[in-house]
């Protein structure tokens, strides 16, 4: 059995959105699509569908050889493994050599914006992936780097809804976020599209917004006041140690608000739109959508 389009990360919340848009906004036919993840089990949804599964890990260079050689097209969704430094690129080279081995004819990477140089402590993984991709004998490639999702703004809404201050050292640095949804349709769409060229694309939202700005619409949703308090990258790291969590994990955290403030997040592109024809969910109305969410975050 062969596939037109594989997916990795099948299980993850993204590889979801993805293999759901290549079936639902695609029409791709399921036994076009193989949904590799380290847990096949949990994908028994689309198993019943007539969607390919297959047993694939990054750290299992055998199981990437297999799942891939009888895939033409192949998303790479990056992995969250975060647990040393240098362990997520490592897998990701891992993988874009089995698709070479594999002879794969159009690789797909999911990637962040300005991944070169940043600020953020995590982007190395993604610069070093990309430079990976670029210097591969792959006959063709589609680098698509994401902003960040609508629903990372719930891991800061929680404490700043307990607390009623959101700390904060972005300054007046912007993101311009869109919804995991719309990743997943864009994304299913540059599989389908993908030819035999060489493509970058940045997906963000309509819009971008400072943590102030945020703050005042989740405010607005919750009921509730959030004020935000500027407070140097440092003071930053040392409020989340101090909360419980491992130093370096702190750092990486903090240095997301690094980035923000530099402005690495704040770019806008028509991307989604030249892939889906469709413009992207507004934040402030997916904002509003989870007034009961940030409700239930107050104590
Ligand atoms: N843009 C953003 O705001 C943002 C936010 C968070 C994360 N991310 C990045 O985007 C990726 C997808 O986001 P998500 O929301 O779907 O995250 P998620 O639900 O936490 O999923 C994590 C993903 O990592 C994959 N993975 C972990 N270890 C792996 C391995 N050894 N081999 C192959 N795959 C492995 C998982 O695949 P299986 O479990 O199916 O094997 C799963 O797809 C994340 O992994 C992270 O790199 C982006």
């Known amino acids: 059995m062969t596939a037109k389009y594989l997916v990795t990360g099948a299980s993850g919340q993204l590889g979801q959105q ?15 699509i193989s ?22 890990d990054f750290d299992d260079v055998a199981s990437m050889e297999a799942g891939f050689a009888e895939a033409e097209k ?30 794969v004819k159009h690789l797909l990477y999911t990637s962040m914006p300005e991944p070169v140089n940043s600020p953020l402590l995590f982007a190395p993984d993604h610069e070093g992936t990309e430079a990976a991709i670029q210097a591969s004998a792959l006959p063709a490639w589609t680098i698509v780097r994401n902003n960040w999702y609508f ?17 904060s050292a972005a300054g007046e640095g912007k993101v311009a976020h869109i919804a995991r949804e719309d990743l997943g349709r864009a994304i299913a769409a540059a599989l389908v599209a993908a030819g035999n060229a060489k493509k970058t694309y940045t997906l963000t939202g309509a819009s971008s917004y400072t943590h102030r700005e945020m703050a005042s619409l989740i405010s607005a949703a ?11 990258v440092e003071g930053l790291v040392q409020g989340m140690v101090g909360a419980g969590l491992p130093e370096p994990v702190a750092r990486v955290y903090a240095s997301i608000d690094t980035a923000i403030a530099h402005g690495s997040l704040a770019g806008i592109t028509g991307d989604f739109k030249a892939l889906t024809g469709r413009e992207p969910q507004g934040f402030e109305d997916w904002i509003e959508s989870q007034s009961g969410a940030f409700k239930s975050m107050i104590p």
């Open 35 to 56: 949904a590799a993840s380290r847990k096949p089990d949990q994908l028994k949804e689309f198993a019943e569908k007539g969607v390919l599964v297959r047993r694939v």
């Open 151 to 167: 629903e990372n703004v719930m891991m800061s809404a929680g404490p700043a809804l307990a607390s009623g201050h959101w700390y």
């Open 74 to 103: 192949v998303l790479i969704i990056s992995t969250d493994t975060l647990d040393r430094p240098g362990h997520r690129l490592a897998q990701q080279r891992a993988a874009i050599a089995a698709a070479e081995k594999a002879g």
């Open 222 to 232: 919750a009921g509730k006041q959030i004020t935000v308090i500027d407070v140097p």
């Open 18 to 32: 993805v293999l759901h848009h290549l079936l639902a906004s695609e029409g791709v036919a399921p036994a076009d």
